[in-house]
Nanobody, 116 residues
Framework: QVQLVESGGGLVQAGGSLRLSCAASGTIVAVNAMGWYRQAPGKRRELVAQVANGGITDIRDSVKGRFTISRDDAENTVYLQMNSLKPEDTAVYYC??????????WGEGTLVTVSS
């Protein structure tokens, strides 16, 4: 059974940094993309950043230049380095792994709170 376990969330002041990690246990066949989504209270879940096979990245405009995504395929792990955090970055962050045939695996989420 596949499980995605996130870590690294917490409370930080505006301007600070956090690094999120997501490690997948179990076997996932044909991984296509690994990434992070977030959901703020009262809002829809949105893509923050993802990295597809070959290193192709898709990063949300509002976090470009502040967030960096990376993945370690040997360890089935994906990271999100978040710098210059803003209060509007406050949300629950979810790890996602998508296979080539469109199956999605999700973590349980980790809360990031940025105080002003």
């Amino acid at each position: 059974q596949v499980q995605l376990v996130e870590s690294g969330g917490g409370l930080v002041q505006a301007g600070g940094s956090l690094r999120l990690s997501c490690a997948a246990s179990g076997t996932i066949v044909a991984v296509n993309a690994m990434g992070w989504y977030r959901q703020a209270p009262g809002k829809r879940r949105e893509l923050v950043a993802q990295v597809a096979n070959g290193g192709i990245t898709d990063i949300r405009d509002s976090v470009k230049g502040r967030f960096t995504i990376s993945r370690d395929d040997a360890e089935n792990t994906v990271y999100l380095q978040m710098n210059s955090l803003k209060p509007e970055d406050t949300a629950v962050y979810y790890c996602n792994i998508r296979t080539s045939w469109g199956r999605d695996y999700w973590g349980e989420g980790t809360l990031v709170t940025v105080s002003s």
